[in-house]
Nanobody, 125 residues
Framework: QVQLVESGGGLVQAGGSLRLACSAS????????MGWFRQAPGKEREFVVAISPSGGSTYFADSVKGRFTVSRDNAKNTIYLQMNSVKPEDTAVYYCAARARYGAYYWAPTHVNYWGQGTQVTVSS
């Protein structure tokens, strides 16, 4: 069992930056691929980024490539999403996700083993 808790959401102006964090419980954190998804009002939940268990590989959705970065600290059971040059269309609830026995590839939401509760990110224009 893995429990995920996100933090760091809030209101930011377009062009600004925000960093999200996701803390995980459990001693097997380093064996999970981790990721971020987001869901805007009236839209389906969508993949944002995945990071491999070691943190050595990442995979980004085209919509955030070049603007967002992701990292993980396995000693702290935490992953981070650094959001730069944010746009109003980045406004969504951001969810941390864990997937066992996987890597830094695209995941469908149905393939996620564990979800966090989500944190709201609002980008004002």
């Amino acid at each position: 069992q893995v429990q995920l808790v996100e933090s760091g959401g809030g209101l930011v102006q377009a062009g600004g930056s925000l960093r999200l964090a996701c803390s995980a419980s459990g001693r097997t954190f380093s064996t999970y691929a981790m990721g971020w998804f987001r869901q805007a009002p009236g839209k389906e939940r969508e993949f944002v980024v995945a990071i491999s268990p070691s943190g050595g590989s990442t995979y980004f959705a085209d919509s955030v490539k070049g603007r967002f970065t992701v990292s993980r600290d396995n000693a702290k059971n935490t992953i981070y999403l650094q959001m730069n040059s944010v746009k109003p269309e980045d406004t969504a609830v951001y969810y941390c996700a864990a997937r066992a026995r996987y890597g830094a590839y695209y995941w469908a939401p149905t393939h996620v083993n564990y979800w966090g509760q989500g944190t709201q990110v609002t980008v004002s224009s």
